[in-house]
């Protein structure tokens, strides 16, 4: 049976049942039939003895023989199983009845255990000469047979019957028993070889003890745990080789990298140091192995000028990461301190167990430097070093406050120099820039220690007199005048001469917000320049009408003219590129504004006034519709004349354009309408802008970079969130601010700000840009630290855009090759 392949097994299992069930009917059929035999028998035998004792009874019936019919009774109870016999005459009259011995004692039974038989009683009649002859019945004879022996007999039959269904029925589940354990056996035996196999029991083996299917899925299970095994063991050797490379790895990752590294066991007790936490600590590995964490990783506080621990037991006990966003001083063994950021975190084991922690640090002191000097500049003039107008305006805020909630009165001083164009116009902006910075410094020895002096831009400054009267501020204002009128520029022999105009309002309970105070503080400025320059004019709440329209005249109403009567020009400034190649694409110019009067004036005199007044919108747009229309036309002329017109050209976006909901909309329309590749258009946002408008900003920048636009950040590393906004934008230039720039030969800060800069911009995958290039030394150190393209006075003029359309490809390569010939 074992070789019975399982497909035989289960084809028994199914047809045994089925077999015995056709059996049972057989035998079923043949016990009914031998039992209806015996009754058919038993009625056959009592209906002859009834027709027997009839014929015989037939003389003493018509004699009323009692006594003869009694003895002829009496000889039918010897017939086997007859009870008793009677003859009745035909009125049912009892003639003669016998009775078994056995049966005498009994009570009369009618029930199912006998049987009654009846025969008639017929005489023979004479008849009449000639008629046939004639019977006449005379009485019936009835016999009564038991029916017990047949019934004993017939139990006989039925228990033999039973028996051999029993018989049968164990027979067959016993052999059935045997052939279903020879299936489920090796299946329960292949179950838990399975089962083992899954929990990773890979050296357990199925006895093989079956044929056929089963014997082959036998030797198949244990040849798989076989084949596992062997893959598992080459897989852990393959592992923990690969886990010996990885280690190696590790380690010399940790030599290599410029963080320092320190873990320590369960104990706070150091384990390993690599080569650049022994540098920082000036700790060697071996001696500091086994010392606790705290000898020697001692952090000293500024603040309290003492060592504080550190908190290393936070990951120890409590398994928590400690990241300090904020700087340490780490002391070494030998007392030095460098600045260091670190981080902390516990080491476990595959359980979760703690092993022991890890210190990351890494040395920030040239960071942190340029993070202060970011800071510095965040709130503070690069060229002055005064306050810049950002912070200017959040301490007048808060002057204005505590003049609205209490007693306390102010002035606030709004001062635009005379005569400063001159200067600069004669010698230049880097004398202008001189007189700028010998001026702020005078101006600060003239006021008080608690007075605040800014830069609000360009020529212009702004003084806040902290708890001031009218008069003690108009004394103070006067006497700034007349210093800056007796103060002498000189610059190359030549003396200049200055003036200032001054606007004073008083900050009182009554007076308005921030932008209400500025505003009034550049009207009264406005009206001392027009009632002659070089004085101070006082501002009353009834100069404020008079202030407006001279604001207006003197600003607003010509932006407005211009914007009417197409009165601004468009000028280009080329933006070259200072490696080997030139990549994409081949000229490359920004978009610069003019204003048309007796001069063309530039940006710095008029958008200061227009962003004021909220008329950038307006002007960009303007922009951005001139441009468009004139690229347009030069693109369609070099189409027939069969040239290239592959030049990219850079638009400045002011943050209140970015700031208008229907901007976006605008210029999707005027791409719409003007037949321009977007490729060869850049989009310049000021950081200051991009931040002010940040979400703005992205959506901005995403759907004109999904159209093909390129986008710039302008004027970058101006503001303290530079570096953490900057990941923040999709930009493609990065344009470094020209304040780093024009002093990077004399500052190394301003040196070492340029090239950080440069760094992470070129790290992001960004093409970086320097502004304000304005001599040879500049260019040179630029080229050696891989700043991209340069832009400035020192390579290239502003020319009018319809002249730059004009101009053959020789042109913009004679202008690189001028920027080629200065780094000589």
């Known amino acids: ?31 009914n039939a031998r039992i209806q035999d015996l009754d058919q028998a038993l009625h056959d035998r009592g209906q002859t003895i009834a027709a027997r004792l009839a014929s015989a009874c037939e003389q003493a ?93 017939q139990n006989r039959i039925l228990f033999q019957s039973l028996f051999m269904v029993a018989l049968g029925l164990a027979v067959t589940v016993v052999f059935a028993l045997r052939v279903a354990r020879t299936v489920t056996r090796p299946v329960l035996s292949l179950t838990r070889a399975v089962d083992k196999i899954k929990n990773g029991e890979l050296e357990y083996r199925v006895t093989t003890q079956s044929g056929g299917e089963v014997g082959r899925l036998e030797g198949g299970i244990n040849a798989m745990a076989a084949a596992l095994q062997a893959a598992r063991d080459n897989e852990k050797k393959r592992s923990e080789d690969a886990l010996f ?4 790895r590790a380690q010399v990752t940790l030599e290599s990298i410029g963080d320092g590294v320190i873990t320590t066991d369960a104990a706070g007790r150091i384990v390993y140091m690599n080569p650049v936490a022994e540098q920082f600590s000036e700790w060697k590995s071996d001696v500091a192995r086994g010392k606790p964490l705290s000898e020697v990783f001692k952090i000293f506080d500024e603040d309290s000028n003492r060592l504080e621990e550190y908190p290393i037991h936070y990951c120890l006990q409590e398994g928590r990461i400690i990241r300090h966003d904020s700087h340490h001083l780490l002391m070494s063994h030998d007392g030095g301190k460098i600045e260091i950021q670190d981080s902390a975190a516990p080491i476990r084991d595959r359980d979760g167990a703690i092993l022991g922690a890890v210190v990351v640090f890494h040395d920030v002191t040239e960071i942190q430097g340029m993070a202060r000097r970011m800071a510095f500049l965040a709130s ?98 006067d006497l700034l005048r007349q210093s800056v009128k007796d103060f002498r520029f000189l610059w190359e022999g030549r003396t200049f001469e200055i003036g200032v105009s001054i606007g004073l309002v008083p900050i009182q309970r009554d007076s308005g917000g921030l932008t209400e105070v500025l505003s009034a503080a550049d009207s009264a400025c406005y009206v001392a ?105 030069n693109q369609a002329q070099a189409e027939m004349s069969g040239e290239s017109a592959s030049t990219r050209f850079a638009i400045n976006l002011s943050g209140q354009s970015l700031g208008d909901e229907k901007f976006l909309d605008f210029v999707m329309q005027q791409f719409a309408q003007h037949r321009i590749n977007p490729k060869n258009i850049c989009f310049e946002i000021t950081e200051t802008a991009a931040i002010a408008n940040l979400t703005r900003a992205r959506d901005f920048i995403a759907r004109l970079k999904s159209m093909g636009c390129h986008f710039a950040l302008d004027d970058f590393g101006s503001g303290l969130s530079s570096f953490g906004y900057l990941k923040s934008l999709s930009v493609d230039y990065l344009k470094i601010a020209g304040d780093f720039i024009e002093g990077m030969v004399e500052d190394p800060v301003d040196h070492a700000m340029v090239d ?18 304005e001599n040879a030394p500049i260019l040179n150190q630029l080229r050696q630290m891989g700043v991209d393209y340069a832009q400035g006075l020192g390579i290239d003029t502003p020319k009018p855009l319809h002249q730059v359309l004009r101009l053959p490809e020789q042109e913009w390569n004679a202008i690189r090759s001028r920027a080629q010939k200065m780094f000589g």
């Open 1 to 31: 049976m074992k070789a019975w392949s399982l497909q035989k097994r289960v084809l028994f299992l199914a047809l045994a049942p089925l077999t015995m069930a056709v059996l049972l009917l057989a035998l079923q059929q043949f016990t």
């Open 61 to 153: 019936v018509y004699a009323r023989n009692r006594k003869k019919l009694a003895e002829t009774l009496q000889t039918a109870l010897k017939e086997k199983n007859v009870l008793s016999a009677t003859v009745t005459d035909m009125g049912g009259n009892v003639l003669a009845h016998v009775t078994a011995a056995d049966e005498q004692d009994k009570a009369p039974i009618i029930d199912g255990t006998r049987y009654k038989f009846l025969a008639p009683i017929y005489r023979v009649v004479s008849p009449a000469r000639g008629a046939p002859e004639a019977r006449r019945q005379e009485g019936w004879v009835s016999v009564s047979l038991s029916r017990a022996a047949l019934q004993t007999e």
């Open 245 to 248: 490379l990885e280690k190696v």
């Open 380 to 477: 503070h003039d690069p060229l002055t070093g005064l306050l810049n107008r950002r912070e200017f305006e959040t301490r007048l805020q808060q002057v204005l406050e505590t003049a609205h909630t209490g007693q306390r009165e102010h002035a606030l001083l709004y001062l635009d120099l005379d005569q400063f164009k001159i200067v600069n116009d004669t010698c230049g902006h880097i004398a202008g820039d001189e007189l700028l910075k010998q001026l702020a410094h005078h101006l600060q020895k003239e006021i008080r220690a608690t007075d605040m002096l800014a830069r609000l831009g360009g020529d212009e400054f702004g003084v806040i007199l902290d708890d001031c009267s009218v008069d003690k501020a108009q004394q103070i204002a």
């Open 529 to 633: 320049k027009d009632r002659g320059r070089n004085r101070i004019h006082i501002y009353q709440p009834g100069d404020r009408a008079m202030a407006q329209r001279r604001g207006e005249m003197q600003w607003v109403h010509r932006l407005r003219k211009g914007l009417e009567n197409n009165s601004f020009d468009l000028y280009c400034q080329a933006i070259v590129p200072l490696g080997e190649e030139t990549p994409p694409p081949a000229r490359f110019y920004e978009i610069l504004v003019r204003v048309q009067d007796e001069d063309l004036v530039l940006p710095a005199a008029f958008i200061p006034a227009a962003e004021r007044y909220f008329l950038m919108p307006s002007i960009d747009r303007w922009v951005i519709t001139t441009v468009f229309s004139m690229l347009e036309k």
């Open 756 to 773: 950080a800069i440069n760094q992470i911009g070129h790290v992001m995958g960004l093409i970086t840009i320097a502004e304000s290039v």
